[in-house]
């Protein structure tokens, strides 16, 4: 299993970015999605997570400015961001969990993504 993200960049306070990544492999069902961040000496932290049924879940820092989705078909979640903050800038990451194959097999443990950089500017 395979995860691949994009969308990160440069932008300006109170601008807007989408994040998006994709997961290939023996992947039947994915359980969570989800994205989290690491800010330059601080820990990894959650920012937003979906189930595969949509019940959502936000870090209280960015709840009402940030909206996890995805699309099952695709195996893709998406983390649309708008009014970023400076302290918004942080590596961005991609993970999964309960993913399943196409035998029927749980696979352990979870997946990350590789990492994109997102940078508000002020």
């Known amino acids: 299993v395979q995860l691949q993200a994009s969308g990160g960049g440069l932008v300006q306070v109170g601008g807007s970015l989408r994040l998006s990544c994709a997961a290939s492999?023996?992947?039947?069902?994915?359980?969570?999605m989800g994205w989290y961040r690491q800010a330059p000496g601080k820990q990894r932290e959650l920012v937003a997570t979906?189930?595969?049924?949509?019940?959502?879940n936000y870090a209280g820092s960015v709840r009402g400015r940030f909206t996890i989705s995805r699309d099952n078909a695709k195996n893709t979640v998406y983390l649309q961001m708008n009014s970023l903050k400076p302290e918004d800038t942080a590596v961005y990451y991609c993970n999964i969990d309960g993913v399943v194959s196409q035998s029927g097999t749980l696979l352990l443990p979870d997946y990350w993504g590789q990492g994109t950089q997102v940078t508000v500017s002020s």
């Open positions: 492999g023996n992947i039947f069902s994915i359980n969570h």
């Open positions: 979906i189930t595969s049924g949509g019940s959502t």
